[in-house]
Structures are given as structure tokens and as C-alpha cells.
């Protein structure tokens, strides 16, 4: 197939146009089976009806199948995305996805996917420019396709899938992928702003420019009517934006009136994106819990994730707006409208953060004082020091976990180790306890605890795929106290006083130079509450290490990264109770669970953990109420 833009006779169908001509990306594998490419799985090329069928087992990471394009690629231009035709001949639902590559392997593609009950077929729809619940991603090149995977995540039995058709579609009005969501003038500021008034939206121009991922819609009197599937996790409506994006400068935020008309309560979110890599998080969202009847306005204020401190989203070069749902359980549909900007920039909340995503490209120098000292000035003493310089960890500081932390991997000592005067927390791909992967942690719990001061730790973090470093402070209210299951929840407890530190907290996945600072408190059920940010950044080092620290004063936090002030946190309800230390690999969860197996060896290596007490927080902590409540 020579490459070419196929553009003869269009047939238009709800948006959606499907070109007479358009080519057949099956048809190489017809002729070539050696075109295709099995991936844990056993793939049975195109027979009389031109399917493909692919079979797996469990426990095959991302079982599927790769089809590849003749010698000279295909020349996609003039289509909006790729869409394949597939159906589940396993006994239960899969999620399936398809990926489009250009030269570049999963760092040039486009992904989506589709959940596919037994029996079923259904279409998964690939848009250029546009990857997992359409949020922009890599802006691929159209004329330049070599490669698509049809795969399934992480199956939990085996089974098969039948790729009955693969062909390019287009949608009437989609602009070009280069085009989409980069504002490319004055400088990358966007130069369309709305009315005095903010609306952001033309009832009159009906569905033009909207994009449906897993939904459809259209236009009652000034409302869209969009219908949510359950085909996937995230099903949402992105509203239209204009070439080079939205400058909202002049407004504090975004702001849609949403209805729930369905029978059951739902989660809806309005995120705001700027240009850039989604997986980075270069947005701002918010969410709502909207009862069955229940109408409320969901309002994104800039620089704000759910009211705390979020991404320092440029109100200048807003180019994206969505609406979607978390995990629906039955096809819903909202009644969205009165889209538009609200409030002024001196309406957005001051930073608790103090850097910016232009500092993980500034080289740092570290201090000579850093690690001698707290980077603040008072009477101090050390009061904590573990410098790894053993062969082993030191039963007295800590304990290295045996424990189950989440369904999908589990604690185990053996990936704790201390070696060249480091300690290396590791994982495995190993099946423990029904969970598929193991990982290091090491606690202090009952060892040692103390109230207030400076915490530190020198780290260098993984660049894994799939890893969760961490290090934080957890309450103990006794170091010597009662070992029985109740007592130990009660030290532990993060009620009456008690808090969860989070002094770092990193995910591969983000890349170098940016990390999570965070608390928690009042449990993990429904008084959970908590205050965050994902988005504090730094710089790299010479040798690639990193000091993360927090200062722990009563009412107030402040956090450090090689001895520079990068965020605080003012609050009457900071913990008083004793932390104790704890430092672990976590995988999976918060983190992607497609683990890099290639580098899973990698550790998350600690150098050292001091921590200090000043005079005056030393008074202070002697003040502090370790007693817990009577039930009533």
C-alpha cells in the first residue's frame, strides 16, 4: 500500500465520517502474516473472514498482538484516529485497549481503551493527539503510522479477543493533531478571550467541536444532554476550544452547572488542562458527589486540585475543558451548561507551594552545611541518626516490614537491605500472599517517636516505572506501650492529635524533579481528611542525590529539598502526636501498575535519616495530650 491521503466519497453519520476508500489497515497482515507480531499470547492470523484472533493466559502482563505496517507506513493524513472492531470471546469483561505508534515504540503512541463484556463487540477509538479517556498526549504524526497493539491490561484469567476490523475514521470539524491544545502565539499565550462575562460556551453553534471519550451528546435549548458509558473507567465531554486556546487571565477560574437525570448518586469533574504531557498533571480539576435529580455548579479555581494547593495552571494558555465521570456503574447522563470563566486573579489563593515546573531544569549545588544542620537557625540538637554503615539494619532504629500493604503487592524483609553504607529498598516481580510483586519498607514503630522537630532523609529515587518511593512519619503514641492489635491501632491512630506526615513522596512515572508533599488525619474511613500538593518541584544534583526534610512546628509545616524552602502549611490541626519514621517502596496503587520489568532491580537507595528537636519545640512537645478518648 503506497503511502496516501485517501479522501474520495464521505459518508457522515453523527459526527462522524467514514471515508469510501479509506484504507484497510488489516490488509498487510492478510498478505503478510509475518506482519504481526504475538505479545504473551498466540495470535491466528487473518483467515476467510480477515479477523485476527489473539488467546492468553493469565498472568501475562499485557497480553496482545502487534500489527505492523508495510515497509512504508501508513499515511493516516486527513483522518482524525484509528478505530478497531473487537470482540471478547473470554468468559469475563476485559478492558482492551489500542495503540497507535509512530517510530518511537509507547513514547510515540496514542492509547485508549474499552471494557468488552463476554460475548461482546465494540469498537475502540483512538483520536490523534489524544490517549486514555481523550486527554491530550503525544501529538502524533497522522503520515507517519509504522505500528498498532491490540492488547489486553493485566487479565486476571485467560482467554481471546477477535480483531474483526481496523480502518482511520474522521469527525467533521476535528482540528489537525499538530493543532490541538497549543496555543502557539504571543509567545505561547493564547490570544482568544471571552465576554466581560465569561462564556465560554455558544449554544447556538449546537455539538460543533465537542469531543465524546466513551459518551455522546447533544443540544437541548442552552444545555448539552451527554450520556456517560460504562466502556471505561473515566467516560467525559471535552468542550470545544478555540485554535490557540482559551487566555482566561482575566478570571480566577472555570466554572459548569451540572444535572444528574439518572436514578443514582455520581462523581463528576471538571478538570482545566494547559498544553503540555497529561501525565505530568498539567491541570486543575474538581470534583462533586451529584445526587440522583441533584443540580450543582463544579467550579475549577486556577492553581487548585479539590481546594488544595494543585498544578500553577498559566490561566494564559488554557487548552482543554472537560467533564467526566469516575467509574460509573450504569450509563448516566448530565444536563451541562452556563459553561464559562468566573471570579479575578486576585480571587485565586495564595501558593503554599514556592516553586515552579521551570525548576527541575535548573541545576543545584547543595549547601556544605546541608546534612550538618537544620536550613533553619535555633538551638538545636540531634536527636536521630542512622547512617547505614553496617552490614545490616540496626534492630534498635528499625524493623523492616512483613505485611500485606495493598492487593497488589506485598512487604517483605528480604527486599531490605544495607550494603555500602546505603540502605536499598527493592521489589520483585514474585507472588506472595495472592499479591503478584513484593517490596522493601523499614519501620521505626516502637523503637522511636518524637514530637516536632526537623526530619531528614538523603535519597536517591528510582526512575522505575511503576515505583512509589516514600518517606513519612506515622503516630506513636508509646513507644513502649501495649503490642496487642487494639493498643497498636490506638498508637497508630491518626484521630485525637495524631497525623500522617508525608515529607516525600515521588512516582517514577512523573519523571526527575518533581515529588508530593502531604498529610492526613481523623483515620482513612469517611472523617478521613487531608491537605497535599503533587506539584513541588526541584532541580538536578552533580551526583543525582537528594536531602528531603520537614520542619514540624506546632500549627505549622514547612518542607525542604537540599536545604531550599518548597512548601508550607498553616493549620491549627497539625499533628502533635509523636511520628515515627518509615521509609518504603510502594508499587502499583497511586502509581501506574504497568511496572517496568526491565528496570525492576533498580532500588531506592537512602544514605541517611537524622532528625533534630530545638529547645522550644522541646518544651512544646512536653504539652502534648497522648490520651485517647473513652468510647461513649
Known sequence: MKKSALALLVLTFSGLSLWAGAPDLLENAKSDPASLKEHKSVVTPPGADGAIRVEYNADGGFPGVQIAAPPEGWDLSGFSGVEAEVANEGATAKSIALRVDNKGGSNASNTESVKI?????????????????????????????VALLVFVGKPADGGAFVIKSVTPFKEEGAPAPATVAQPATNGGEATTSPSIGGELL?????????????????????????????????????????????????????EVTATNTSSVPITA?????????????????????????????????FGKNNGQPG????????SGIQVFLAK??????????????????????????????????????PPDWLGKRPPVDGDWTLTFEDNFDGTALDSSKWEASNSHFSKFFYYQKEKARVENGVLRLGAEKKAVEGREYISGQVTGFGKWAQSYGYFEARVKLPTTRGFWPAFWLMPDRDVNGPTD?????????????GMEFDILEHLSEWGPGRHNVAVHWD???????????????????????HVFGMLWEPGKLTWYID??????????????????????????????????????????????????????????????????????
Open 117 to 145: 463484556g463476554p460475548g461482546e463487540t465494540k469498537k475502540v477509538r483512538v483520536r490523534f493527539g489524544y490517549s486514555y479517556g481523550g486527554n491530550p498526549a503525544y501529538q502524533l504524526d497522522p503520515s507517519s503510522v
Open 328 to 365: 460509573p456503574k450504569q450509563e448516566i447522563t448530565l444536563l451541562l451548561g452556563n459553561l464559562k470563566a468566573f471570579g479575578s486573579p486576585g480571587a485565586v489563593a495564595g501558593k503554599s507551594t514556592l516553586t515552579s515546573p521551570a525548576d527541575r531544569n535548573t541545576p543545584v549545588t
Open 523 to 545: 483515620g482513612y474511613g469517611d472523617q478521613h481528611q487531608a491537605w497535599g500538593d503533587t506539584n513541588v518541584y526541584y532541580g538536578p544534583t552533580p551526583d543525582g542525590w
Open 269 to 301: 469533574v471538571l478538570r482545566v488542562d494547559n498544553p503540555g504531557d497529561w501525565k505530568q498533571g498539567p491541570w486543575n480539576s474538581q470534583s462533586v458527589k451529584l445526587a440522583p435529580g441533584a443540580t450543582q455548579t463544579i467550579q475549577v479555581t
Open 311 to 318: 498544578y500553577p495552571l498559566d490561566s494564559k494558555k488554557i
Open 563 to 632: 536545604g531550599k524552602k518548597t512548601a508550607e502549611w498553616e493549620n491549627p490541626r497539625v499533628g502533635s502526636v509523636p511520628g515515627h519514621l518509615l521509609l518504603s517502596l510502594q508499587l502499583g496503587g497511586w502509581a501506574t501498575k504497568d511496572i517496568d520489568l526491565s528496570k525492576i532491580d533498580e532500588t531506592f537507595d537512602i544514605d541517611y535519616v537524622k532528625v533534630w528537636q530545638r529547645k522550644d519545640l522541646a518544651e512544646a512537645a512536653k504539652n502534648v495530650d497522648l490520651s485517647i478518648p473513652a468510647k461513649k
Open 202 to 254: 455558544d449554544p447556538a453553534k449546537g455539538a460543533e467541536g465537542f469531543k465524546f471519550s466513551h459518551s455522546s451528546g447533544s443540544v437541548e435549548g442552552d444545555k448539552i444532554k451527554a450520556t456517560f458509558s460504562t466502556d471505561t473507567d473515566y467516560p467525559g465531554v471535552h468542550f470545544p476550544i478555540p485554535a490557540g486556546g482559551w487566555n482566561l487571565s482575566a478570571f480566577g477560574g472555570v
Open 485 to 497: 492489635q487494639q493498643s497498636i491501632w490506638n498508637r497508630n491512630s491518626t484521630k485525637w492529635g
